[in-house]
């Protein structure tokens, strides 16, 4: 491929051009934020530490057009392993700064449950991000972008999973009675009624009853060589250069032994060929290398905070302020540590439904586990706007920003697949961040069945939605002529 | 918006996907690029810079040279030579 020409209008110099003044200006706004809380009290620092990774995952993730659902997306629709190779480098990394942060002891790292239920949810959601446009983080910056679509995403995100995680009546049909019984047998508070909504019968009598461990623990290994033998080696990078190896094999070989002209290549033509395709897009490569490290170091840096502060949990430090409201009766609130998306979008949907008169507390997602804080004292929460904002800034700053108005039919996509999405992000305890790059990174091999089950449902969703076009365009083809 | 595809003279094509999120751009320029002929021209108008590097990638590997790139104010005008 040829690039001819690339002319981009420069007629006035970037610094003052409007849009990277708005750009300036969303970023002072993200540091007066950031000023006025500290004054407020400065244990907010701990807080500000997800705003600003969050802005920074943002702005990488826009630079690199970093989306996971175009990586499983684009190979089966058109057959391009860009983002697939984006996202292998991103893992590679980010397991590598893990085991360094692991063994300096600030790892705030838990493994999931692993069991059918992570297959059958990454597979909803892999189904769901092909017609929402992006994966849960994917639509964090495109909204960044001015998306509106991706605005109406995260909307049908957050309610959907708020609803799936408090939901009882007739939902209760949906779980077998071996989970009743055995969620009645787990000695719980009263307040959170355990045999009463589907979802709290299927955390506390399935999902507690499976466990989730790193690949160390479960071969009964510790200390520092067997975490980096069996977590960081065998769970994460050997799988990446395995998965780098189909990628080029499949993908992208043939294609480049015809560009380079190698009829009979030997191992380091085919050596060459992966490196090439691990440059392709220099962008995406960059975004990769840039995200796997910081999603590392954001472990450290949040870990180090709660020694510093003697706390387990950021509700412990709310408590500390003077903030009891939205607190689980743990005490605690939804606070990772790492980089999350979908949980603190449920509390916001949460927090919204709670306000209009539903009683949501009774349930272990929101009254056990994560709470329901104000969104302004939603730590997580601010990642996740901290990502828009970054987004914004990097949108901006490029002259990308468009505000982008949905139509009927994205519409549709938006809130059906958005919500496919919050269904399936439960079920599997995570999206594609959460549940697959943050645990595969971590030595939790849980990661790489999401992933299965993500690749599944995004090939089926890709048929459908190929179906779907083929149909449509038939019946407008006298329009469009395509 | 809906998307339009039309001819606009011997051997140049026009696909507009702007207002389309992923996948939608990429997907119709690969469907439009099947369309044409050998040597025809595509000018594709679209305002999703996600689409941009998936399409890159797809000209990539079909050896389709990208010959004309115009940025700006959030949309993008790319002319693809189809191989």
Same mark, same amino acid.
């Given at each position: 491929m040829n690039v001819a020409s690339a002319s981009i209008a420069t007629e006035t110099h970037w610094l003052f051009r409007k849009s990277s003044l708005q750009a300036m200006g969303v970023f002072l706004l993200v540091v007066s934020g950031s000023l006025l809380a500290l004054a407020q009290d400065t244990r907010f620092v701990y807080l500000l530490v997800y705003v600003w990774f969050g802005l920074a995952y943002g702005i990488l993730l826009q630079y690199g057009r970093f989306c996971m659902a175009s990586a499983v997306r684009d190979l089966f629709a058109v057959k391009v392993p860009r983002m697939a190779v984006g996202v292998m480098i991103a893992v590679a990394l980010y397991a590598v700064v893990a085991a360094i942060v692991t063994l300096a002891g600030f790892s705030t790292f838990h493994p999931n449950a692993m069991g059918w239920h992570i297959v059958v949810g990454a597979a909803i959601f892999g189904f769901g991000i092909v017609f929402t446009g992006g994966c849960a983080s994917g639509s964090l910056y495109k909204a960044g972008e001015g998306n509106m679509n991706s605005m109406l995403v995260i909307l049908a995100i957050s309610f959907s999973q708020a609803v799936v995680v408090t939901a009882s009546g007739w939902w209760d049909a949906l779980v077998p009675q071996s989970w009743i019984d055995s969620a009645a047998a787990k000695d719980m508070p009263a307040e959170l009624t355990?045999?009463? %909504?589907?979802?709290? +019968?299927?955390?506390? %009598? #399935?999902?507690? @009853?499976?466990?989730?461990? !790193? !690949? $160390?623990? *479960?071969?009964?290994?510790?200390?520092? $060589?067997?975490?980096?033998? #069996?977590?960081?080696?065998?769970? $994460?990078?050997?799988?990446?250069?395995?998965?780098? +190896?189909?990628? =080029?094999?499949?993908?992208?070989?043939?294609?480049? /032994?015809?560009?380079?002209?190698?009829?009979?290549?030997? /191992?380091?033509?085919?050596?060459?060929?992966?490196?090439?395709?691990?440059?392709?897009?220099?962008? !995406?490569?960059?975004? &990769?290398?840039?995200?796997?490290?910081?999603?590392?170091?954001?472990?450290?840096?949040?870990?180090? /905070?709660?020694?510093? #502060?003697?706390?387990?949990?950021?509700?412990?430090?709310?408590? $500390?302020? %003077? =903030?009891?409201?939205?607190?689980?009766?743990?005490? !605690?609130?939804? @606070?990772?540590?790492?980089?999350?998306?979908?949980?603190?979008?449920?509390?916001?949907?949460?927090? *919204?439904?709670?306000?209009?008169?539903?009683?949501?507390?009774?349930? +272990?997602?929101? %009254?056990? @586990?994560?709470?329901?804080?104000?969104?302004?004292?939603?730590?997580? &929460?601010?990642?996740?706007?901290?990502?828009?904002?970054?987004?914004a800034i990097m949108a901006l700053s490029r002259r990308e920003f468009k505000w982008k108005l949905p139509s009927w039919e994205t519409a549709f996509f938006a809130i059906v697949g958005g919500t496919l999405m919050g269904i399936g992000a439960r079920l599997a305890m995570g999206c594609n961040i959460g549940a697959f790059f943050a645990t595969v990174t971590n030595g939790d091999p849980s990661g790489w069945v999401f992933l299965v089950g993500m690749v599944l449902g995004a090939y089926v969703g890709v048929k459908v939605f190929t179906w779907y076009m083929d149909w449509s365009d038939a019946r407008k083809t006298s329009e469009s002529g395509l | 918006m809906a998307m339009s595809f039309n001819k606009i003279a011997d051997g140049e094509w026009e696909l507009n996907v702007c207002g389309y999120a992923c996948p939608h751009p990429q997907m119709y320029t690969k469907k439009a690029l099947q369309k044409l002929e050998s040597g025809d021209v595509l000018s594709l108008v679209f305002d999703n810079p996600s689409s941009g590097e998936s399409i890159m990638a797809m000209c990539e590997a079909e050896g389709n040279d990208l010959i004309d790139r115009q940025e700006g104010s959030g949309s993008f005008t790319w002319k693809i030579r189809k191989a």
């Amino acid at each position: 491929m040829n690039v001819a020409s690339a002319s981009i209008a420069t007629e006035t110099h970037w610094l003052f051009r409007k849009s990277s003044l708005q750009a300036m200006g969303v970023f002072l706004l993200v540091v007066s934020g950031s000023l006025l809380a500290l004054a407020q009290d400065t244990r907010f620092v701990y807080l500000l530490v997800y705003v600003w990774f969050g802005l920074a995952y943002g702005i990488l993730l826009q630079y690199g057009r970093f989306c996971m659902a175009s990586a499983v997306r684009d190979l089966f629709a058109v057959k391009v392993p860009r983002m697939a190779v984006g996202v292998m480098i991103a893992v590679a990394l980010y397991a590598v700064v893990a085991a360094i942060v692991t063994l300096a002891g600030f790892s705030t790292f838990h493994p999931n449950a692993m069991g059918w239920h992570i297959v059958v949810g990454a597979a909803i959601f892999g189904f769901g991000i092909v017609f929402t446009g992006g994966c849960a983080s994917g639509s964090l910056y495109k909204a960044g972008e001015g998306n509106m679509n991706s605005m109406l995403v995260i909307l049908a995100i957050s309610f959907s999973q708020a609803v799936v995680v408090t939901a009882s009546g007739w939902w209760d049909a949906l779980v077998p009675q071996s989970w009743i019984d055995s969620a009645a047998a787990k000695d719980m508070p009263a307040e959170l009624t355990i045999t009463q %909504g589907w979802f709290d +019968i299927f955390t506390a %009598g #399935y999902m507690w @009853d499976l466990k989730g461990s !790193t !690949t $160390a623990d *479960v071969l009964g290994q510790s200390g520092a $060589a067997s975490i980096l033998l #069996y977590n960081t080696f065998l769970t $994460a990078i050997l799988p990446v250069i395995l998965i780098l +190896i189909a990628l =080029y094999v499949f993908y992208y070989r043939k294609g480049y /032994l015809r560009r380079s002209g190698k009829a009979s290549p030997a /191992l380091r033509d085919e050596l060459a060929g992966m490196w090439a395709m691990c440059t392709s897009s220099r962008n !995406t490569a960059l975004a &990769g290398i840039g995200l796997g490290i910081l999603a590392g170091l954001h472990m450290y840096v949040t870990g180090a /905070l709660r020694e510093h #502060y003697d706390v387990f949990n950021f509700g412990e430090l709310l408590v $500390a302020m %003077g =903030y009891t409201e939205g607190l689980s009766i743990q005490d !605690t609130v939804f @606070d990772p540590g790492y980089w999350y998306i979908t949980t603190q979008e449920a509390q916001w949907g949460g927090w *919204v439904m709670q306000k209009l008169g539903i009683d949501n507390m009774d349930s +272990i997602f929101f %009254g056990l @586990d994560n709470g329901l804080p104000n969104p302004l004292l939603n730590a997580p &929460g601010f990642m996740s706007i901290g990502i828009i904002l970054g987004a914004a800034i990097m949108a901006l700053s490029r002259r990308e920003f468009k505000w982008k108005l949905p139509s009927w039919e994205t519409a549709f996509f938006a809130i059906v697949g958005g919500t496919l999405m919050g269904i399936g992000a439960r079920l599997a305890m995570g999206c594609n961040i959460g549940a697959f790059f943050a645990t595969v990174t971590n030595g939790d091999p849980s990661g790489w069945v999401f992933l299965v089950g993500m690749v599944l449902g995004a090939y089926v969703g890709v048929k459908v939605f190929t179906w779907y076009m083929d149909w449509s365009d038939a019946r407008k083809t006298s329009e469009s002529g395509l | 918006m809906a998307m339009s595809f039309n001819k606009i003279a011997d051997g140049e094509w026009e696909l507009n996907v702007c207002g389309y999120a992923c996948p939608h751009p990429q997907m119709y320029t690969k469907k439009a690029l099947q369309k044409l002929e050998s040597g025809d021209v595509l000018s594709l108008v679209f305002d999703n810079p996600s689409s941009g590097e998936s399409i890159m990638a797809m000209c990539e590997a079909e050896g389709n040279d990208l010959i004309d790139r115009q940025e700006g104010s959030g949309s993008f005008t790319w002319k693809i030579r189809k191989a």
